[in-house]
Structures are given as C-alpha cells and as structure tokens.
DNA sequence: ATAGCCACTTTCCTCTAGGTACCTACTATA
DNA sequence: TATAGTAGGTACCTAGAGGAAAGTGGCTAT
C-alpha cells in the first residue's frame, strides 16, 4: 500500500528520468550477479570453484570479475587464508542479505504474473497487431 | 516476513539455478524500459515523440523496440489511430501497473541502503585487499 | 513547390560484455 | 618427473546491443 503513491512522488520530483531504482538496477540486477548472490544466500559461505561449479556455465575470469564488484559494492566478503593450495571463501553480507525481501518481493510477483506475460506473448505472436508496423 | 524463507526454500527446490527471479529482470529490468514504464506510469498515456522526448536520450530505433517488447509481455497498450498525421498512443496495462509496488520496494531499499554502497565503494577504492589480487 | 510533421524503418558503425584458451606459483601425490 | 588442484590473471576474439543518420509515406501549411 501507498507504493502507488511513492513512485508517482518520486518521479514527479525527478525530471531527468533516472529514476530512483535505476541505480538499484545497475548494481543488483547486472548479468550474473543474481544467480551469485542467490547461491551465497542460500548455500551459505562458499569457496570459488563452489560457486563456480554451483552457478555451472560461469566462467573464472566473469565469476571474478562480478565477485570483485560485489565486493567492492559491500554486498559480499572475501575472505583469503593464505594456505597451500591457497583457499578463499565468500559470503554474503548483512547489506546483501538485506536485499532478501525484494527478492521474495519479485520472485511473488512472477508467481503471480508470469503466466500473464507467457499469454500476452502468445496472443501477440499469434495475432500481431496490424496497425501500422510490418509491411503487408 | 517469510520471504527469507521463501527465497531460500524456492532455491533449494532449483539446483538448475534459474532463480525465480531472472525471468522477471529479463522482462522489466532490461535497458530503456524501467524508465519506459516510469514516464507511462506517472505522466499517463502518451505519444511516441512525448515518451521520446521525455526519456531524452533514447534513439526512436531503440524506443520503437522497447514498446514492442513490452507491448507483446503485455505490460503496455499500443494504439493507433488512422489520422493524417498518424497519432499512436502508449498506455500502460493493469500487468504493467501490478509491478508499481516492487518498484517501490526497489525505491525504498536505495534510499535506505545506496549510501552504503557508496560508502563501501569508497572504502573499497581507498583500500583495496591485499588478499591476492593485485601483485606488487 | 517546398518544407514539415509523425511514427517509425533501414543501414551502417562502434563498443563492450562475455567467452576461449592459456598462464602463474605452490605443493602433494603417483 | 608428471599430474592435479587452487584462485585467479592475461591476451585475444566474437556476437550482439545500442547509437547516428538518413529514408518513407501521406497529407497539410506556407
């Protein structure tokens, strides 16, 4: 409730556009770093080639890369015990962690409406719209 | 409450790792369209060249193909009027307005949390680990 | 007669995220 | 001696998204 109220009001206050989530976006919704931070949630702290192997098609060199900025973003830790072999562990973060919420806020949200977005589709794909684009 | 539960047990139940929510960030979180949404939402139905203005720096190719993709997920309404000169018309849907409440959990969680995340960059960028990254 | 408007479409071009493959240093094991 | 395991780093390459600019068609205003 009074969500419908916050973003008429915080987009009436914002003329450039970049509307508020759109910072959100960029550093929780870039490509992997769901998939990451969901199997660090729930699986708890794990070591790279977990994950790696966890996630499965990620390459190394991506997993670092998104690593090293989740990190850098405080959503994650890395932890180095300078063993042999070397041995480095991840975990989430309270600040990460705190994205639980709209997590489960999202994932309702496609339980709820996936399939409407499955049907518009398929209504759209079945009986384009011959308004003015494709060519006759 | 319980969406901590929910995240973890919809995981547990997805060793594949397609988490739930990644079929919604490919439909609303994809580039252009959050702001898309945004203009369609607060200032209501409006024409291309309004949405194109309004948004400021977007191209009318990459406009053109935002709509189309969010008319065909059902989230906006296209219509056309036959007129000299044509008049087309975006509307947002009910679909499309359904996400207004994640939008605003979205919003509030980066006005809650940005700062720090900003402030964990800046610690991050004064002092980055020595773990092992970085030879010296 | 020419220019302009709208809602695109088309062509060309650039840029970068991401993938492939190979490299480091170190040790335990066979 | 050779191999495997660990946590990456580095160089190179490609596909695809997105931007720039010009074209389209039909009517209208100058």
């Known amino acids: ?39 660090l949630h729930t699986e708890g ?11 499965g098609t990620i390459t190394p060199k991506v997993l670092t890369q998104r690593l090293r900025q989740l990190e850098r973003d405080g959503l994650v830790v890395r ?21 639980a919420p709209l997590f489960a806020h999202l994932a309702t949200w496609a339980a709820g409406n996936l399939d409407k977005v499955e049907q518009a589709r398929h209504d759209f794909d079945a009986d384009p719209p011959r308004g003015a684009h494709s060519s006759p």
């Not at 919704?29 to 199997?39: A, E, G, Q, V």
């Not at 702290?45 to 996630?55: A, K, M, P, S, Y």
């Not at 070397?86 to 994205?99: M, Q």
């Open 79 to 99: 932890t180095y015990h300078p063993e042999v072999p070397p041995r480095v562990e991840y975990e989430i973060t309270d600040l990460g962690r705190s994205l």
């Open 1 to 39: 409730m009074a969500g419908d109220t916050d973003w008429v009001a915080a987009a009436t206050t914002d003329p450039a556009l970049a509307c508020p989530t759109s910072a959100v976006i960029d550093i929780v919704f870039s490509r992997w770093t769901t998939p990451i931070l969901w199997t």
């Open 45 to 55: 702290r794990q070591r790279f080639v977990e994950l790696q192997r966890r996630i």
